[in-house]
């Protein structure tokens, strides 16, 4: 089975050489999204060994992940984990996802909240259970942690699944087209690493509200 | 259906500029007040309805941007294996 890590970056450079060097011995193959970073994301990125693709402009991290599945696809992979590059999420936790694709699941969601969202600071959290709510009222599928960077999809899910939303509500996204293609979808625990460096990237509560729009607007555009 | 639209509304706009009698009609039609008040809100609606057509239109182009940017990206890639090669 052919394991690809897929990991959008936008100004990662410096954690992103870690990333890498902690996800090699579990994946295959790892693709680098380099979303229009200012910085030496992508040269970092080919030193570590990833296949790395640039966007010349900022586009998002639905652009970014789209662009990875399309690259995923070329490449022949059987599954394609994504991961952040902010380094929150431990590279040893992969074989997790594959494991539950193993056991035939479609997509895996790597969920926080299953290990109770350890490290979350609190208005994180009611931000998560909302994206949740929105997740399922506009879509109709509940997940525990809809807005998680840490998912798998094997191939059948790779070549159904059509990303069309260009930003963070493209979390979301990934669920509802997961349900739209009755694929099966399965969770498992993940712990979280927060770090001040990954806290710093997280998004702000008006970033929510405009995502929360973008998916109303793709809901109502289907 | 777009010129349709437009050669409608200006038609109807041009109609009550020069007989603005023909909006007190309208407005007692539809049980408002004055022929002006007409007027506002069928503007208001007329305004919020391509506020929106535009929200979406941005939209449709943003999605054009990020395929042309995925195609550069993608396009790049092959040029540097054909390197290698």
Redesign the interface.
Known sequence: MKIFALIPAFNEETTIADVLTHTRPFVDGMIV?DDGSTDRTSEIARAQGA???????N?GLG?AL??GF??AK?LGADVVVTLDADGQHDPEEIQKFVEAVGKGADVVIGSRMLTGFVGMPIHRRIAQVLGNLVTFLLFGAWVTDSQSGYRAFNQFALSKIQV?T?RMEVSSELIAEAKRNALTLVEVPIRAIYTDYSLSKGQSFFVGIKTLF?LV?RRL?R | MWLFFWILFWLTAGVVALLPQTADTVARLVGVGRGADVVTYASLIAIFYLIFRLYVKIEQVEGEITRLVRKLAMDEMGEQKNDKD
């Open positions: 999204v296949v790395c693709l640039r966007h010349v402009i586009r652009a789209g662009t399309e690259t070329r069309k260009n973008k607007v555009s």
